[in-house]
Nanobody, 124 residues
């Protein structure tokens, strides 16, 4: 059974930092892509960042580039999202997702497995 389990969300003041974790189990994703997405109330789910698990190459949404960093730990089957200089507009439920195809996409529809999400709230 494939599982993606996020953790690390919480309440933080603007300008603060959080680190999200996504632990994977049930199958190996080390040849594919992992992504972080977020969804704010009343809005569509949007792309945040992705990483190629094998090469470590990354891609970011313009809104988070320079503030967020995605990384992975192969030994722990875990993907991270380090979020710095958080803004109130970063408030959302954050999801990790796995794509089992050898090309990357930013569209949430291109991902096959999803976690349950973790809430991030940034106060002003």
């Amino acid at each position: 059974q494939v599982q993606l389990v996020e953790s690390g969300g919480g309440l933080v003041q603007a300008g603060g930092s959080l680190r999200l974790s996504c632990i994977t189990s049930g199958r190996s994703f080390t040849r594919y892509y992992m992504g972080w997405f977020r969804q704010a109330p009343g809005k569509e789910r949007e792309f945040v960042a992705l990483i190629n698990w094998r090469s470590g190459s990354t891609n970011y949404a313009d809104s988070v580039a320079g503030r967020f960093t995605i990384s992975r730990d192969n030994a722990k089957n875990t993907v991270y999202l380090q979020m710095n200089t958080l803004k109130p507009e970063d408030t959302a439920v954050y999801y990790c997702a796995a794509r089992t195809v050898f090309t990357f996409v930013r569209n949430p529809g291109g991902y096959d497995y999803w976690g349950q999400g973790t809430q991030v709230t940034v106060s002003s």
